[in-house]
């Protein structure tokens, strides 16, 4: 089973509101990655997490704040964000950090207003 | 030097041909390959994974590495209509400032014609 779960699939929110993203994997992955993917391009890294620590951040504005509960889930909080923040937001894991095949979720379809 | 390059296409094949995607990369040690397909709307899906030079193979799917040209690409045989979609090629890049992170091509939009 090469299961990532996103939830929600849609979501549009103003530019005040705090909204949150969910992932979960069973795979027993020890890496997680969120990415952000706008229309016509390839997925842009934004975070890594490596046995639920912080291991890369690619300087993504502090609206955006990851979060890994434990080595299954991985949340994205959001607050404050721009209408050009408006994407597919990605999750994906593999088994071990920057070696592994990555397997993909089905992503969140972001709307800012 | 963009680390993973390929034809941006599109790519236009009649429903039953050969579809020949490329693909190269920069980083010389680079030692991880991948090349997803993505529908319109839809997240990447894995196709292939390739690690070794040569030819790996999965049902219509055939993936080649060549490491000395720092070239990877994708044949797919008897192509479908349902394989229309966006191809990208991905690599670990094994050194510089992207060191062990996915880097993705800009990827090639294949369609089939029936």
């Known amino acids: 089973d090469t299961e990532v779960t996103q939830t929600p699939k849609h979501l549009v929110m103003g530019m005040t509101n705090k909204k949150s993203l969910k992932c979960e994997q069973h795979?027993?992955?020890?890496?997680m990655y969120w990415y952000k993917q706008k229309a016509k391009k390839p997925p842009e890294l934004m975070f890594v997490y490596s046995y639920e620590k912080l291991s890369i951040n690619e300087s993504v504005p502090s609206r955006f704040s990851p979060e890994c509960p434990n080595s299954s889930l991985l949340n994205l909080h959001l607050h404050a964000l721009q209408p050009e923040d408006s994407a597919l937001y990605l999750c994906?894991?593999?088994?071990?950090?920057?070696?592994?095949?990555?397997?993909f979720g089905p992503g969140t379809r972001l709307t800012v207003l | 030097q963009k680390e993973v390059e390929q034809n941006s296409g599109p790519l236009s094949v009649p429903e039953g041909a050969i579809a020949s995607l490329n693909c190269t990369y920069s980083?010389?040690?680079?030692?991880?390959f991948f090349w997803y397909r993505q529908y319109s709307g839809k997240s990447p899906e894995l196709i292939m994974s390739i690690y070794s030079n040569g030819d790996k193979e999965d049902g219509r799917f055939t993936a080649q590495l060549n490491k000395a040209s720092q070239y990877v690409s994708l044949l797919i045989r008897d192509s479908q209509p349902s394989d229309s979609a966006t191809y990208l090629c991905?690599?670990?890049?094994?050194?510089?400032?992207?060191?062990?992170?996915?880097?993705f091509g800009q990827g090639t939009i294949l369609t089939v014609h029936p």
């Open positions: 795979m027993g992955h020890r890496a």
């Open positions: 991905a690599v670990i890049v094994a050194g510089g400032t992207s060191y062990g992170k996915l880097t």
């Open positions: 980083d010389r040690g680079s030692q991880s």
């Open positions: 994906a894991s593999s088994q071990e950090e920057g070696v592994d095949t990555q397997y």
